[in-house]
């Protein structure tokens, strides 16, 4: 017997209206994404409390450091997230090509007979020389295989990932698991598409041209791309929620930017960010029923494959929608915490193990954690972290005896830096404060790269 | 330093022919895909060994009772097959499409410009009203659509299965493991393809017609397969070597039926065919060299994942290829093992966990394994039992001051078969035998499928 809960019939009204949404009467493969969205939601979150103990039986589990007594927690628990995912993405299939397919009368061939043009990219795609009536009728197979491609690169990214959390990779090789993942995508994108010129800003156009051809470099570019987005999220985390809260903000501000596209029509790129919102409505669906277990105080940790799998969906969606750049603008909070981290990940101050923040368990408070310095510091050293705790960009902890000798510096991590100027934080209040940084610097960002865009490279794109 | 010994010349020597078969000048995406089949043997007979202990770490290891002291050996070693066959695929893509990659100058913008037709399936399945001029400067999106949805497949059954190695999912659950590993090709067929006709043998012709339209019940169909396929091989399992041994030996008659096409020049399934032998001869490279070590005595496990793959392999290259009742043919004794083991599975005769050959320390071979009956049988299965006693298509064992009363009876697995008849055998003798009657029966099924094809059919399709 399901009791009527609000949680219960919150789940059947979002499934259900999912299913609505789906087969939609406007065949609006947006909306059939949104469907799917609400469907993968309330899937994820009715497996992942009936797939924990599981997990946990075969040794993916883990203790939670900021609470009282240590709980043991099921980790890696966003394999789930990244299999509802999958499979939604599949059963998305059908509805994204739902024009092409309704009017075939019944099956008998190939797909390439008795089709209506509506696809700007496809029309676009074909050059002047070939008659309208060839491309008429043609399925967007080309479409297919890119999606495909981008599938198998989520799916590729999701078993190194799930091998990561298995088997311990270590950090010199699970560096590069994002690059062998994303390996399908290149290859498809080397066969089917071709496409490696890049814009040259406008000062440099005068020496290079409009466009520049990267070539080879180009490819090498994409699996930075993928290696980047992917750790960035994997490093930046430790605190509850973290990880899913900033790809959920992550995902957000993408389609905010995908929607400027859609705002305006008959805009060329329309497709690449319909193509976007398609890869990213359904991985909100999954990541925020994770949320709602990884939330303060979690009930389970979301383990390296789902970092990796959420940087791969933005690095797909950024390299098959051809706005890679712009990409790069939603993570300058990533970006920072890797900069900030730099003086510890290169020796210059002493760096531990472990950097998230410490658990006070008589306040229940999250409190800057700290580097013992193991001897003290060089005389310019000691001048610069004298400055940075000035600015507040660190904190330090002298001798008690005598102040000028530092002992102690706060651990370099954005984390940390948010307690060094906010005090101690109660952990589900600090991730809802770094959310709220991220989502900051992602909208101005947005708005500065649609005004300055024309700035630098003679011409916006929007 | 590296010690010159046979083993690592044949290594380093098929490392090497593979890749010069692989960028062979002839530009044949045939004597490519052989290349990679050698390049896929040696980095998986390189990796196994390695990774090994990494599995035994994690829990994934099992005992080899048919030993003396039950060795432990890491299980699902199958997983490095598939991994390496997996990325292997991906490598192969831009030379199965390498005609058409070379007509192309330099990047920049959509393959679809500047191709010559020389695809055979894409001129046909063009329809003749689209003027000739639009197909031949097409790239054969299609084609690459439906290689990735078999790829795609073929990973999640690797998911699957290997959510199946690490949680031991139940019986009646993992039965249909295959079936949701197929939903990409289903999907990617329905949307791509969508031919859902069936040949009509010639009695029937006059009621239904020459063909007729299964609709949604060839999708069942598909699904059915790739659950037949993949149970097959997962039961008929249990001693050194079979599982790979089988999966080598079905493989290659596939692979000699696809020949007789190919040798057939301008039949219109050539392309079909030839997609089978380029998943067919990377797999074999696999294969080999995952026999290698799961050869008497056996070094590593296969696990479930392997025989998931395997017969996902052949359920792919069946559908995709439209030749999923001719391959039924290379299971005839996985067929046949099923079918005599129905008195067991339905509890006619008492079923014992475990039904593999018993190890006789003493002789180092193995014999024939028995089920203890709880009751004297009833009469008529008594009699029935004595009968098949008589024709040797059991052992049934009597009280030892009573022969009137039947106490144990032999398993009905096709392995005991094989000891009831050769009476004791040591382990790697038999696993030989089975794969030969594996090979005999499949090279009759290829001989009399193409003489009784056209008595059934009114015509063979060679």
């Known amino acids: 017997m399901i009791a009527i809960t609000r949680q219960n019939l919150v789940l059947t009204s979002s499934f259900l209206l999912g299913v609505g949404l789906i087969i939609n009467p406007a065949q609006s493969a947006l909306i059939s994404s949104l469907g799917f969205a609400l469907l993968s939601y309330s899937v994820t979150y009715v497996l992942i409390p009936r797939l924990g103990p599981s997990f946990v039986k ?64 496809l029309s676009s ?12 009728r043609l399925f967007p197979h080309n479409k297919l295989a890119t999606y495909l491609s981008a599938i198998l690169c989520l799916q590729s ?52 041209g409009e466009t520049v051809d990267l070539g080879l470099l180009y490819y090498g570019y994409m699996a930075a791309v993928a290696i980047f987005c992917t750790n960035c999220i994997n490093i930046y985390a430790g605190v509850n929620g973290l990880e899913v809260g900033q790809s959920i903000v992550i995902a957000l501000l993408i389609l905010a930017n995908d929607t400027l596209y859609l705002i305006n029509p008959g805009h060329p790129a329309i497709e690449s960010h319909l193509f976007s919102m398609y890869l990213l409505l359904p991985f909100l669906g999954v990541s ?130 948010c307690l060094v100027n906010m005090g101690p934080l109660r952990e589900d209040r600090l991730t809802m404060v770094l959310m709220a940084v991220q989502l900051f610097t992602g909208v101005v960002a947005i708005v500065l790269r649609h005004s300055l865009a024309s700035v630098i490279f003679g011409k916006d794109n929007l």
Chains 1, 2 share one sequence.
């Open 157 to 208: 990214m999701f078993v190194l990932g799930v091998a990561d959390d298995l088997f311990d990779i270590r950090w010199r090789n699970k560096f590069f698991l994002p690059a062998i993942a994303s390996i399908p995508l290149l290859i498809v994108y080397y066969v089917d598409f071709g496409v490696t010129k890049v814009m040259v800003p406008a000062i440099l156009q005068v020496y290079l």
């Open 288 to 417: 925020f029923a994770l949320l709602r277990y990884n939330w303060w105080p979690a009930k389970c940790f979301v383990g390296d494959t789902y970092c990796y799998f959420a940087g791969m969906v933005f690095a797909v969606v950024g390299i098959l929608g051809h706005f890679s750049k712009t990409l790069l603008l939603f993570f300058i909070p990533q970006i920072f915490n890797f900069v900030y981290s730099v003086p510890q990940l290169f020796g210059l101050v002493v760096c531990p193990r472990h950097r998230m923040p410490r658990f006070n368990a008589k306040t229940g408070l999250l409190e800057v954690s700290r580097a013992d310095l193991v001897a003290p510091p060089a005389k310019w050293l000691d001048f610069l972290l004298r400055i940075l705790a000035k600015l507040r960009l660190i904190a330090i902890w002298t001798k008690p005896d005598d102040d000028k000798v530092i002992v102690q510096v706060s651990n370099m991590t954005a984390i940390n830096l």
């Open 125 to 136: 795609s074909n050059s002047t020389d070939i008659p309208v009536i060839s491309a008429s």
């Open 58 to 121: 075969i040794g993916l589990f883990g203790k939670d450091l900021s609470k009282k007594n240590n709980p043991v927690l099921p980790e890696t628990m966003g394999a789930i997230s990244a299999i509802v995912y999958l499979f939604t993405m599949y059963f998305f299939i059908p509805f994204m090509f739902y024009k092409y397919l309704v009017t075939i009368t019944s099956g008998g061939g190939n797909r390439d007979e008795g089709l209506e043009l509506t696809d700007p990219v």
